[in-house]
């Protein structure tokens, strides 16, 4: 079965990567966009998800895993909104920082870049790897 990548950005001030180890698991809630809610269903089981630290940081810092795929999302109290249980899988040896993924030219058209106000984006898998090359990381 083909493995599906992404990217989820949170603000680190407000749930960051070390929030994610810490707590070993995390409900992903709070998105209130319908194309990022789309991307949270496509999300399946043992799926790769890069996880950015957005505003502040602007770089992606760790690797996790969809551990259960979306569910209505329990803090929306209207709407058709969804979730899906996101596991730490692994940080990486180096950031990887938004100024680069701009300049490099396998990623400056990754969905990061071109619709910066998403929260949730689909990576190919050749750009999941790239990425995983400039941070010196196996997934």
Not at 32 to 50: E, H, I, P, S
Not at 56 to 78: L, M, R
Not at 113 to 133: D, I, Y
């Amino acid at each position: 079965m083909a493995k599906n990548y992404w990217l989820a950005k949170s603000e680190p001030e407000a749930y960051s990567w070390n929030d994610l180890v810490k707590d070993g698991k995390t409900t992903w809630t709070g998105v209130r966009n319908f194309q990022a809610r789309n991307n949270l269903r496509a999300m399946k089981t043992g799926d790769l998800v890069l996880f950015y630290h957005s505003v502040t940081d602007k770089q992606v810092v760790g690797i996790a895993k969809v551990a259960k795929e979306f569910y209505p999302d329990p803090t929306a109290d209207e709407g058709d909104w969804s979730v899906v249980d996101l596991v730490p899988h692994k940080p990486l040896k180096t950031f990887v920082t938004l100024d680069q993924i701009k300049a490099d030219a396998v990623l400056k058209d990754i969905p990061l870049v071109r619709q910066s106000r998403l929260s949730v984006t689909p990576l190919t898998e050749a750009q999941f790897k790239h990425l995983l090359e400039l941070a010196g990381t196996k997934a």
